[in-house]
């Protein structure tokens, strides 16, 4: 279920790579766009394209300084990412591509269940353009000024009728308020008698990242996302889930300051969660 052996419109993938089937959001392989999407490699890894120059430092610096940290602070961030093993630059015909090397948080999934959780009301960092920050204000503007995150994307293996299930973008930008609490029920296969375990081990990590975020005063995190994941295969071996926070590519320091947009938004999704783990 790692990889999609062949081509896409770039020409073949860099020798070792393919597509990572298990994307759900962000920039996706797109020839017109000049995206390249997520690559994985050996299974194991995710290949993470920089695509915008200052984003992808600000993500590499990010990585770099949690991976290299003796601050107990940032020693317990560290346990919430993907492992970080630099970047490695690959070709794709006539473009040569650097991608920041990640620990794939999906590898040896049999049937992996993935959602996008982007945290937080403002998805727009403080430098921000006028046009990006409008554009921002109005994608999934009911959902988050209700929930403080939104949804762009996520798979499911249905376990009551063996499918997988993806739902993109649009999904997100059309759900509402109830429709939201719909998706979570259906992600966690709250019909299957194990997917309440799942869900409140799920719990139990995201209160780590609220208790984590009320006691740091290093980052800001804008348009960051909270990924779970889980195997559907091991829906009764519910320590299979992972909740790990990804892309950090407008990350800020603090200046003191709580980081009071993502700690609203992962209380929100805590709360909501605990209303359907009853
Ligand atoms: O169209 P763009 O270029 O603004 O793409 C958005 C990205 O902006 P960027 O180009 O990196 O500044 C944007 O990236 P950031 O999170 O702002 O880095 C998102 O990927 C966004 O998708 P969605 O909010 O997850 O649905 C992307 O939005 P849509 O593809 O949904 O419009
Ligand atoms: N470490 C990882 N392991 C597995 N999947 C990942 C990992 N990082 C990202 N992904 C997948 O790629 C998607 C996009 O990642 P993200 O870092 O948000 O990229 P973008 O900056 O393009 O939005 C996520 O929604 C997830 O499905």
């Not at 999407?37 to 990010?62: A, C, M, N, T, W």
Request: charged share 25%; net charge neutral.
């Amino acid at each position: 279920m790692d990889a999609d052996e062949g081509t896409h419109g770039h020409g073949e993938f860099p020798s070792g790579t393919a597509h990572l089937s298990t994307q759900v959001a962000g920039h996706s392989c797109d020839n017109k766009n000049y995206s390249f999407g997520l690559l994985v490699k050996s299974g194991r890894y995710v290949l993470k394209p920089v695509e915008k120059e200052q984003h992808g430092k600000r993500e590499i610096d990010f990585y770099r300084r949690v991976t290299s940290t003796k601050d107990p602070l940032l020693l317990e961030l560290k346990a919430l990412v993907p492992e970080f093993y630099g970047t490695e630059i690959l070709s794709w015909n006539d473009s040569r591509v650097n991608y920041i090397v990640l620990s794939n948080v999906t590898h040896g999934m049999a049937q992996p269940c993935v959602m996008d959780i982007k945290i937080g009301k403002q998805t727009w960092d403080p430098y921000a353009t006028e046009a990006k920050r409008l554009k921002e204000q109005e994608k999934y503007a009911v959902i988050k000024q209700h929930y403080s995150f939104c949804i762009p994307g996520f798979q499911v293996y249905d376990a009551s009728t063996s499918q997988f299930k993806k739902f993109g973008k649009d999904f997100g930008k059309n759900l509402t308020i109830d429709g939201t609490v719909e998706a979570f029920k259906i992600f966690f296969n709250l019909s299957h008698e194990s997917g309440k375990a799942t869900l409140l081990h799920i719990l139990e990590r995201l209160k780590k990242i609220v208790k984590w975020f009320k006691s740091q005063r290093h980052f800001h995190f804008y348009s960051s996302s909270i990924l779970i994941a889980y195997d559907a295969k091991e829906l009764s071996n519910f320590p299979s889930a992972t909740v790990t926070m990804i892309d950090f590519a407008h990350v800020y320091p603090a200046n003191g300051e709580e980081d009071l947009n993502y700690i609203a938004g992962v209380e929100k999704l805590v709360e909501l969660l605990d209303s359907i783990a009853v």
